[in-house]
């Protein structure tokens, strides 16, 4: 059988939270690992926990406060997610997407995405945000998509083009605010990876996909963004890096530079 959601399910959620606060945001901002104090800085707050919004799934990763934030920032009129969910909590795809149908519900227009990311490009360094210029979604070349089992036609079509999932237009808009505010060294675009999770690559997969053209990789935001642009969502999304993916990889590069010329990985 197929236990996913109807549209009744995310319909009671939306209404609850319409039911719960005066706000009517224009923009959903679903806040990556260590990046929650966003919402924080959301003026005029409703805050409510997950485990008080009738049908929404359950936070269980540190760093994640597990919070809806509604409240203006910067003049919009925005809804914040401080901790997502993630396939390898055990959470089934229609699951870990669920808020992101609420948000449409509630009328948002625009989607932004953030997470933690690894690095596999040569040029991003942790520290530095990528903007999102396009996915791979492992598992969903796999066949883990939250948009498996009927389709609903009230959000969006069975078979929905996914060839501009990240608004050209937003992307621009970002780079020209990170020049103006003279950190544009410090931002590129790229191509973000996401895996199932929960261990890190091996070196080779580190390697396979740094040779399919990905620039960072990470375990959650691509089927938020499907879910998103399947029922006409504005997408935005950045990686903030974290790591150079391989430095997870195996024990050896964890060493120092010192140590590392001692053992060098064994012909991978
Ligand atoms: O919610 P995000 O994607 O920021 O969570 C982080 C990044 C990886 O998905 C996972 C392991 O670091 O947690």
Redesign the pocket.
Known sequence: GYYGYDHDDYQKTADWLLSQTKHRPQVAIIC??GLGMLADALKCQDAFHYTDIPGFPQSTVQGHAGRLVFGELKGKTCVCMQG?F?MYEGHSLCKTTFPVRVFKLLGVETLIVT???GSLADGLKPGDIMIIKDHVNFPGLGGFNPLNGPNDDKFGPRFPAMSACYNPGLRCLAMDIAKQQGVAELVQEGVYAAVG?PNFETIAEAKLMHRLGVDAV????APEVVVAVHCGLRVFGISLITNKAEAFSSPPNLLSARDTSRCRSPGI
């Open positions: 990556g690992s997502r993630h997470n933690a990311a999770g990470g375990m959650s935001t």
